[in-house]
């Protein structure tokens, strides 16, 4: 079993609707979560940070985690075609990070 | 701001060639990693390190060694280059416990021939 899974997509979304994605992982210790964002021949670059069950916001971004589920996900409101990129979750467990594969995501215009 | 640097955008080199991968940053941070990402395998941990002089296999380390003579500098070295060893090259820092999440390089395209 991958320690972190990510629906690999590709997701479409119109734009000014809301993408979610989605993370599920397998270690009940993790700690940290995180989601990045890749555009394509780029390196990631880290968007959101949570460690604590509910939601945290940051603009158009919105963090959900729910430990009891083992679940993290990533809701971007009113998407924009700029949004359009590779998002990966990453679970920090001790001193190691796991990646899930990444979620293509692309707004239409 | 904080700042992790890939000495090399793209590479090509060819087949048996020792490689060097030199990675700096500047943000005083204890753990540096090396991994390489592929399309469809997603990123994949090679070594890393929580200290100077200090090395840790990650989950692909066959083909390749690292060096961490000084805190701010991770190498990776690829002994003798191979075509399955084309890919993305990413190198990426962390404070200790890795709290505040991974500061990646823009990395390096590296293309054996």
């Known amino acids: 079993q991958k320690e972190v899974e990510q629906n690999s997509g590709p997701l479409s979304v119109p734009e000014g609707a809301i993408a979610s994605l989605n993370c599920t992982y397998s270690d009940r210790v993790s700690q940290s979560f995180f989601w990045y964002r890749q555009y394509s021949g780029k390196s990631p670059e880290l968007i959101m940070s949570?460690?604590?069950?509910g939601d945290k916001e940051d603009g158009r971004f919105t963090a959900q985690l729910n430990k009891a589920s083992q679940y993290v996900s990533l809701l971007i409101r009113d998407s924009q075609p700029s949004d359009s990129a590779t998002y990966l979750c990453?679970?920090?467990?001790?001193?190691?990070?796991?990646f899930g594969t990444g979620t293509s995501l692309t707004v239409i215009p | 701001d904080v700042k992790v640097t890939q000495s090399s955008r793209y590479l090509v080199k060819r087949t048996g060639e020792k490689v060097f991968l030199e990675c700096v940053q500047d943000m005083d941070h204890e753990n540096m990693f090396w991994y390489r990402q592929d399309p469809g395998l997603g990123l994949r941990l090679i070594y890393f390190s929580y200290d100077v002089k200090m090395k840790e296999k990650g989950d692909i380390p066959e083909g390749y060694s690292v060096s961490r003579e000084k805190k701010e500098r991770f190498s990776l070295i690829l002994e003798s280059a191979s075509t399955n060893q084309t890919s993305m090259y990413l190198c990426a820092s962390s404070l200790s416990q890795g709290s505040y999440g991974y500061t990646f390089g823009s990395g390096t395209r590296l293309t054996v021939v």
């Open positions: 949570i460690y604590s069950n």
């Open positions: 990453a679970v920090n467990t001790g001193n190691q990070f796991y």
